[in-house]
């Protein structure tokens, strides 16, 4: 089995940090993207392990070649993400996306609704039994929730609000990152599993949340520990 496993920046990348339990097999660059590709000793598993760079245009693009090249068998985004939760949820809490929705896409369908495309993009890697595996190793607690995905850093209250007004709430944290909601698109047109798994980086819309920049210095270094989930 191929898993597909989408960061957006170096210091993401650096969580997968080497270890005894895999073995390189080839790292390349393709269109200023990089693929590192992992065997999981052991197993049957083959590791791809793709940094697309910031945003919906570069994870897209990224998806496509990853798709196009290594045929995997299931592609998951990770990395961190914020979170529009103003209670529940905290820094270094996980957020498992059980579908992915845009935040910044109005093309008179739903609010977040790419024409021609499902309203929200499902996933069917998030399920009880991984989130259980999950919750054994995590930093925190592990949450099903939704990602909400665009071209927007949200560094602001407000920006947090303009999110949380346009989009329909649900009775789950919304996570708010700007790369899943591409990646999914393009699994979607494929017609491969996508998931989204992140650590909660800042809860904007919390004013006793510590901030984004705070984060990186106690970033959760585990961070692969609690995606290995998905092939263990």
């Not at 392990?49 to 245009?57: D, F, L, N, V």
């Not at 209670?87 to 021609?116: L, T």
């Not at 595996?133 to 099903?144: C, D, F, I, T, Y």
Request: hydrophobic share 45%.
């Amino acid at each position: 089995m191929t898993i597909g496993i989408m960061v957006a920046m170096d210091k993401e990348l650096a969580l997968f940090a080497e270890s005894s339990e895999f073995e390189t097999i080839s790292e390349e660059t393709v269109q200023g993207f990089v693929f590192r590709v992992l065997d999981v000793k052991g197993t049957h598993v083959k590791l791809v392990i793709a940094k697309s760079g910031i945003g919906k245009a570069n994870a897209a693009a990224c998806a496509a070649l990853l798709i196009d090249r290594f045929k995997p068998e299931k592609i998951v985004s990770t990395g961190v993400c914020g979170c529009l939760a103003r209670e529940g949820v905290a820094q270094r809490d996980v957020i498992c996306a059980v579908s992915v929705r845009y935040h910044d896409v109005w093309c008179a369908e739903a609010p977040g609704q790419m024409q021609g495309s499902p309203e929200e993009f499902k996933s069917s890697i998030i399920t009880d039994s991984l989130i259980a595996k999950m919750k054994e190793k995590a930093p925190g607690k592990v949450l099903k929730g939704r990602m909400l995905s665009g071209d927007w850093f949200v560094d602001t209250v407000g920006k947090a609000r303009a999110i949380r007004d346009d989009i329909p709430t649900v009775d789950m944290p919304d996570g708010i990152d700007m790369e899943s909601g591409a990646i999914a698109q393009i699994c979607w047109r494929s017609g491969i599993p996508f998931g989204s798994i992140r650590i909660v980086s800042d809860t904007p819309l919390r004013a006793d949340a510590p901030s984004y920049f705070d984060f990186w210095d106690t970033a959760a270094e585990n961070l692969f520990d609690i995606v290995e989930a998905v092939w263990k």
